[in-house]
C-alpha cells in the first residue's frame, strides 16, 4: 500500500488533498475486502420454476396463414390472403381511393355516363364542397345546386346530339 501525506501538493495544481492517506497497490484488494457473501440463491429459482410450469396451459396455434398480414408483391401493401386473394383486391381496390372526395371514382362511372351523358364521374363537379358530402349508402345526395349543373349539363349534350343528327 501507498502512503500519501495529508498535506501533498500535486505539480500542476495548487489544492492539497488532506483526506487521502492511502493508495490500495491492486485491484484485488480492493475487490476482495467489499464483495459481500451473496446467498445462493439458484435453488429456489429452481423450485419456483416447477410451480410456474405446471400453471402453464397450451395455447393452440391460433394463427392461420391466411391471417397473417404481409408485403405483397402483386399491389406492394401489406394484406392476409395471399396474392389472388379478396384482401389484395380490397388492397388495390383502397389504393385507388380520390384523395380529395374518398370516394373510388370507378364506382361512379357507369351511373354517371348513363344517366347524365358525361364520360367519368368528376367529384369537382358532383361534389363542390367534400365538407358538406352527405351519403345514402353508397349514393351521394346531390345538392340543388349541383342538380341543376346536371340538368344543365344534360340539356347541352341532347342538343349537341340533336345537331348532330
Known amino acids: 500500500v501507498l502512503a500519501v501525506a495529508a498535506s501533498s501538493v500535486f505539480a500542476d495544481s495548487d489544492e492539497t488533498f488532506a483526506d487521502v492517506e492511502e493508495v490500495p497497490d491492486s485491484v484485488e484488494q480492493v475487490a476482495a475486502s467489499s464483495v459481500e457473501e451473496v446467498p445462493d440463491s439458484v435453488e429456489q429459482v429452481a423450485a ?10 397450451m395455447v393452440p396455434d391460433s394463427v392461420e396463414p391466411d391471417s397473417v398480414e404481409s408485403l405483397c408483391p402483386r399491389c406492394g401493401t401489406f394484406h392476409a390472403g395471399g396474392v389472388f386473394g379478396e384482401a389484395c383486391y380490397q388492397a388495390r381496390r383502397n389504393a385507388r381511393r380520390c384523395g380529395r372526395c374518398g370516394l ?28 358538406k358530402l352527405e351519403m345514402d349508402g353508397t349514393r351521394i345526395k346531390l345538392t340543388d345546386d349541383v342538380l341543376k349543373k346536371v340538368e344543365e349539363h344534360i340539356k347541352k349534350q341532347q342538343t349537341k346530339s340533336t345537331k348532330e343528327d
Open 104 to 131: 373510388l371514382h370507378e364506382d361512379y362511372d357507369m351511373p354517371v355516363k348513363w344517366f347524365h351523358l358525361m364520360d367519368k364521374f368528376d367529384c369537382e363537379f358532383y361534389i363542390p364542397d367534400v365538407a
Open 48 to 57: 419456483s420454476v416447477d410451480m410456474v410450469a405446471d400453471s402453464v396451459d
